[in-house]
Structure formats: structure tokens, C-alpha cells
């Protein structure tokens, strides 16, 4: 088993971030129809930037593990920041190739949160 594959498992079986935050300024639900994985995020702003962020959801190990990866991540930046993330912010987290399927399964969290944003 690679490093990599076991920081999914990881975070997979101990995500950092899963709990539904109750003072949130904004949430969105997002599902993946190709293969039924789901993620729900919640958003905390103070101004443009994000101070708390949570999720709940279940899928496969990659999108469930990526969410954990990314939300940790995103904490103490700004709005504008988060919404100029793309893919590779994703790849570089996971460090690891995935196939198309795959990679549409680890967007889904960054897609939510993008979305979430824009909503506001």
C-alpha cells in the first residue's frame, strides 16, 4: 500500500471537518448523479473570508477524503481566493493520478463550496 492511498484511507476513516457547523452563513448540497456519491457543505464568513467550514456527506473514499483534505485547507482564506482554485489544488492534495471518474468524485467538494459562495 503507497503513502499516498493510505492518506485517503486516513482521511477517509477520520476526516477532519465532518460535523454540521450550527452558526453557518451559508450551506450547499451537491451530488454526484455518475456514481451517488453526495457532500453538504457548511460555510462560516466573516466578510470575504472563510473562518469555519464543515461537511457532511458519503461516497467513495476519494470524494469523502478529498473533502477533509480540501476544507482544511481553505480555512482563513478569502472568498476570491477559494473561488480561483482549480483541479490541481485537488491533485496536489491527493498526490496521487486519478481517472476522469475519480477526479470528478474529488471536485465535488471544491465544486460545492464554490457554489455555496456564489449563492450568497
Request: with cysteine.
Amino acid at each position: 500500500m503507497n503513502i499516498y492511498y493510505q492518506n485517503i484511507m486516513d482521511h477517509f476513516h477520520n476526516p477532519e471537518c465532518y460535523v454540521k457547523l450550527t452558526d453557518y452563513t451559508t450551506c450547499f448540497e451537491l451530488k454526484n448523479l455518475s456514481c451517488g456519491d453526495q457532500i453538504k457543505v457548511y460555510l462560516k464568513l466573516e466578510g470575504d473570508i472563510l473562518k469555519d467550514v464543515s461537511f457532511e456527506g458519503e461516497g467513495c473514499a476519494i470524494s469523502q477524503a478529498a473533502a477533509s483534505m480540501f476544507l482544511s485547507e481553505i480555512i482563513g482564506k478569502s472568498k476570491k481566493e477559494i473561488l480561483d482554485l482549480d483541479k490541481q489544488f485537488i491533485l496536489d492534495l491527493i498526490e496521487m493520478h486519478l481517472s476522469p471518474v475519480r477526479l470528478k468524485c474529488a471536485l465535488l467538494c471544491m465544486e460545492a463550496v464554490k457554489k455555496a459562495i456564489l449563492s450568497l
